[in-house]
């Protein structure tokens, strides 16, 4: 690399973050969101996107295919006042929080 020479950044994906829906009896479902401007559902992995009016059956029709796809899901839930700070609860968790 010779002086003056730009250096490429990596490229990033465009847009906004994918919300997972949370259920009406709050529950996150990660993995699955739902449009509020026309109520899709819509599986954040593949970007298959459906129509169904109850809340029930589109995260049932969701898990069926995670099922499918031969892995377990674990959510893990830890308060962030079990960390010493804020940062180091980002650290923990790949700044993703």
């Known amino acids: 690399m010779s002086i003056?020479?730009?250096i490429k950044a990596t490229a990033r994906k465009r847009?906004?973050?994918?919300?997972h829906y949370k259920t009406s009896w709050d529950e996150p479902i990660y993995g699955l969101a739902r449009r509020?401007?026309?109520?899709?559902?819509?599986?954040?992995a593949t970007?298959?996107?459906?129509?169904e009016g109850e809340e029930e059956l589109?995260?049932?029709?969701?898990?069926?295919?995670?099922?499918k796809q031969g892995y377990d899901t674990l959510?893990?839930?830890v308060p962030a006042t079990d960390f010493a700070?804020?940062?180091s609860f980002r650290v923990a968790w790949g700044g993703s929080v």
């Open 4 to 6: 003056g020479t730009p």
């Open 15 to 19: 847009g906004r973050k994918a919300e």
């Open 36 to 44: 509020p401007s026309d109520g899709r559902w819509r599986n954040v």
């Open 47 to 51: 970007g298959e996107e459906w129509t």
């Open 58 to 67: 589109a995260i049932a029709r969701f898990r069926q295919w995670e099922r």
């Open 75 to 77: 959510t893990i839930r």
């Open 85 to 87: 700070d804020i940062k």
